[in-house]
């Protein structure tokens, strides 16, 4: 099935539904939390729906205690097994020694190659053999996101990837969240509207985008890690 037809076959869906279609369709899915308010709630509804999709998270040995406990929580009330991809230690340890422990600080090129080694590669390793990857990311979080398609196919991953929540907005999410009593990141509650390493990240206001808590020391409104190419 190509992207068009999934596309088109699925438009009249809600996003749970889009969820339980492609379900049925394809055999090999995962999908990828790092335990945001989007994650979670994709995580409640195929924990709660006993769905055949495989779970994994991204290690990326920086993030907040918070996120540990969300990430415990989490297998805890819903009995799920989350899969763990972490940086290969011998390529990070290179990279620590060269640039330095907070090389990221330095220059986009640093943090960028901070963000491959900790991100990328471990992703590339966990989508490896699967058809479809499901991830959480919404047009509301970034100019960059803005244009995406419930659907599309990743070139460089060769994977197609699917994007349930695109057109929720966060207080769509939190709605979810409090109806459903979800477990969710305490940072959330303290402003921490997108959360990734703890280096990386901080509180923002309800006015700001909702990314510019990420890597806020860059000038560059088009923030991403590499996951997520536009």
Request: glycine share 4%.
């Amino acid at each position: 099935m190509n992207i068009n037809d999934l596309i088109t076959k699925t438009d009249h869906l809600n996003w749970q539904e889009k969820i339980l279609f492609v379900e049925k369709n394809f055999s090999k899915i995962i999908f990828s939390t790092s335990f945001s308010l989007e994650d979670q709630v994709i995580t409640d509804f195929i924990a709660k729906q006993k769905l055949s999709i495989k779970f994994f998270t991204i290690d990326t040995f920086r993030l907040f205690d918070e996120t540990y406990q969300t990430w415990q929580k989490t297998i805890d009330d819903y009995k799920i097994k989350i899969a763990s991809y972490s940086p290969k230690t011998n390529i990070l340890k290179k990279f620590v020694e060269k640039n330095g422990v907070n090389a990221f600080y330095q220059s986009v090129d640093l943090r960028k190659q901070c963000c491959a080694i900790r991100k990328v590669e471990p992703l590339k390793r966990a989508l490896k053999g699967y058809q479809l990857w499901i991830s959480g990311i919404r047009q509301e979080q970034s100019s960059i996101r803005l244009n995406k398609n419930f659907f599309e196919f990743d070139d460089n991953l060769k994977i197609i990837k699917f994007y349930p929540l695109l057109k929720l907005t966060e207080a769509q999410l939190w709605s979810y969240i409090e109806e459903n009593s979800v477990v969710h990141n305490k940072l959330h509650n303290l402003g921490f509207r997108s959360i990734g390493c703890s280096p990386c990240t901080r509180a923002i206001s309800k006015n700001d985008d909702i990314r510019s808590g990420r890597w806020w020391w860059e000038n560059n409104q088009q923030k991403e890690c590499g996951l997520h190419k536009s």
